[in-house]
């Protein structure tokens, strides 16, 4: 059954030369060797599963391969794939799963698995069962799940319970998939038995109400996961281990008690389980569990509490994203693995780098789930990508092939646009130079940095600024050439970002008053900002804003943890104190905050808000400026939004005036915001320099 040659995949790319001399004894725990059941790791990191919405009928097995290739070549231990449906109502949201049974789709996992054999790597096939968060329209059935009790992500698709006659077949079908799987050439297997999904709906005492026998106590509540997990084990036989994603933390009301759950881990152990791969939070949780507000390996406590107690390997994830990190989190004791998904979208070479001391040059995860979560989860579902790594998922498309011809190519613009066009120009051999009109990289990028929860966005500039070194580009500084300049270079490419907009006098009455800033000039530092701030907009960036200014209270985040541990501070205190120092508002002409921020983050960020005491006025029409705030009529009613510092962050305008100048001129790109200036997207910017970059001939 196993095709050990593969079947017309294209050979595994090598992102970096090979043999970088003899790597330094960094992350010593990171590097041991380790076992899973049968199979030996060479070290410790691990890629996670991710459902990329590129799986299912339609898939395109050859850019799945690459994908997997790549990450092979850089180095993951072992890999996880996305979810692999192993019955037809068990496909999770978007239907693009892959499913077992089906032939088309065996056929293309079967290649996949020999293609990351032929790399050297090794793989492990997600079992996967969305309960109730599979959706009817999607899978053409009612979704099934322990109880009938609907999700709060779809209460109008209500699923029905399972038959106890209908549970011993399931776990038939789970085991059946990891003989599949076996068969098919995959190294191990996964259960997903976290996130809310079927496994995790039977052990929670909110979406188990069964008295049958498979619910009704704790030991009945798992009675079925234990099942599968048990036949799972016995079909995939000795030379397959079968690892469980295990929740860790539902984080919902009603969600499984931690006793319970260490009862369950005992349990899957019993069984023959592997290793107890510990997910947190379902997708309905109320917590940040993934987003940028999550602070580097938060949850490494929890996969800890599981290890105290476990007999097999215990592997930590969440929020582990560089390989600082996941060294402190095996160091501690806390996991025996770390399994990092979204890392390796944004650097497939991220162990390889990591364990051959180039760990200065790794692309981090900003957690921003931009251009991966929201896609996928969004309505339409659409393919996984990467903000800072446009590559992902389009592997092929995006390779940079060494350019015939050399050429002398100017970049204007250090913001995150053109920092990418000059690495995939620089990585392509031409001859770049980067100018940047300010005194430092990033553009944009730097405003960001400054917002609570976005800091990991330095790690984006300083892995561009060592790229750029590393590739011979030259950066000029507070350089702004000129046009004639510019002509004399082969090709030029205009990335100067954009400008605040600016309403005029007659459209905002009172705009030129001097305690009106435009918000590039608040995140810089470059005004006094009052302790009463209205601000003009309620987009992305003002939204930022907002969190910005509510964050610099009297207190650092560090004193305020002291005080609410000693109980100087109450815990609601301590955020009341954190944005005492000011009040602000936020307003919008439309009826929603923030409508483009994304579906996993949009919900987190306006509920810091609100903790904040951050006033969100919409529908609002603006009367003017005055002395003491902003006139505005909201519900047909006028009021005065008092403020000592009004901020307008009401959108953004093309930094262009080269464009004129140079077309038809030179051989001219113009990419980012200078070429379409909206709500900031870094994601946008980044894929148009990447693109950029590897259109000049
Ligand atoms: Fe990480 Fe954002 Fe890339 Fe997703 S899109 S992998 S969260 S950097």
């Not at 501070?569 to 439309?590: E, F, H, I, Y």
Request: hydrophobic share 45%; aromatic share 6%; proline share 7%.
């Amino acid at each position: 059954m196993r095709d050990a040659n593969g079947g017309g995949e294209p050979p595994p790319p090598h992102s970096e030369p090979s043999g970088a001399g003899m790597p330094p004894a960094e992350f010593p725990h990171l590097r041991q060797a380790g076992r899973i059941g049968s199979l030996d790791l060479p070290h410790r990191l691990m890629m996670g599963s991710m459902h990329l919405g590129l799986e299912g009928p339609g898939a395109d097995v050859d850019r799945l391969c690459r994908f997997y290739t790549d990450r092979v070549a850089g180095g993951a231990a072992l890999i996880v794939t996305g979810g692999i449906a192993v019955s037809p109502e068990g496909a999770g949201e978007g239907g693009a799963y892959f499913h077992f049974g089906r032939g088309k789709d065996e056929d293309a996992l079967e290649r996949i698995a020999a293609a990351v054999r032929r790399a050297g790597g090794r793989v492990a096939a997600q079992l996967f069962h969305a309960g109730r968060y599979a959706r009817s329209a999607e899978i053409g059935a009612q979704p099934v799940a322990p109880s009938a009790v609907a999700s709060r992500l779809n209460p109008r698709d209500p699923p029905r319970a399972l038959g106890a006659d209908e549970l011993p077949a399931l776990a038939e079908r789970f085991a059946a998939a990891a003989a599949r799987a076996r068969d098919l050439g995959f190294h191990a297997v996964e259960l997903m038995g976290s996130e809310g999904y079927l496994l995790n709906e039977f052990l929670a005492p909110a979406t188990n109400r069964r008295e049958d026998g498979w619910g009704g106590s704790a030991e009945g509540r798992r009675r079925f996961p234990v099942l599968v997990a048990r036949r799972t084990v016995e079909a995939a036989g000795p030379g397959c281990p079968v690892l469980y994603r295990i929740s860790g933390a539902d984080l919902v009301e009603g969600g499984t008690p931690w006793e319970d759950t260490l009862a369950f881990a005992a349990a899957l152990e019993d069984a023959g389980i592997a290793a107890l791969d510990v997910g947190i939070g379902w997708h309905e949780a109320p917590v940040p569990t993934v987003g940028m507000l999550v602070p580097r390996a938060a949850f490494a406590a929890v996969a800890a509490r599981l290890r105290a107690a476990a007999r097999v390997p215990v592997i930590a994830a969440n929020r582990i994203n560089t390989p600082e990190v996941a060294e402190r989190v095996i160091a501690s004791g806390a996991a025996d693995f770390v399994s990092a998904a979204r890392p390796f979208l944004a650097d497939p070479a991220f162990a390889r780098k990591a364990l051959e001391g180039r760990a200065h040059r790794i692309n981090v995860c900003v957690a921003c789930n931009q251009a991966c979560l929201d896609r996928v989860l969004g309505r339409p579902p659409r393919p996984a990508s990467c903000l800072v790594n446009p590559a992902a998922g389009r592997e092929a498309a995006f390779e940079p092939a060494r350019a015939a011809t050399p050429r002398r190519v100017a970049v204007v613009g250090g913001g995150p646009a053109g920092l990418e066009c000059a690495r995939v120009l620089g990585a392509r051999g031409h001859d770049v130079t980067l100018f940047e009109g300010e005194g430092a990289l990033g553009g944009q990028l730097r405003h960001a940095m400054r917002v609570p929860g976005k800091g990991e966005f330095a790690e984006t500039l300083r892995y561009f600024t060592a790229e750029l070194a590393a590739l011979g580009v030259r950066v000029e500084l507070r350089a702004r050439p000129e046009p004639a300049e510019l002509r004399a270079w082969d090709a030029v490419v205009l990335a100067s970002g954009v400008r605040p907009r600016v309403p005029a006098e007659t459209e905002l009455p009172g705009v030129g008053l001097p305690h009106v800033a435009a918000y590039p000039d608040v995140f810089a530092g470059r005004v006094a900002v009052g302790e009463r701030v209205a601000i003009i907009g309620g987009g992305g960036v003002a939204c930022d804003l907002a969190h910005f200014l509510t964050e610099s209270g009297p207190a650092s985040p560090e004193a305020l943890a002291f005080l609410t541990e000693y109980g100087v501070l109450p815990p609601d205190g301590a955020l009341r104190a954190l944005g005492a120092r000011r009040q602000v508002t936020l307003m919008r002409r439309g009826e929603r905050i923030a409508p483009l921020l994304g579906l996993t983050t949009r919900w987190a960020l306006l509920g810091t808000l609100r903790r904040r005491g951050v006033r969100m006025l919409t529908g609002v029409r603006y009367l003017g400026v005055t002395g003491g705030g902003v006139r505005v009529v909201v519900e047909d009613r006028e009021e005065l939004v008092p403020a000592d510092t009004v901020v307008l962050a009401c959108g953004q305008e093309p930094r262009d005036e080269l464009r004129a100048d140079l077309e038809g001129t030179v051989p001219l790109r113009v990419i980012g915001g200078a070429r379409a200036a909206g709500e900031l997207d870094a994601a946008r910017a980044i894929a148009e320099g990447a693109e950029a970059g590897l259109a000049v001939g």
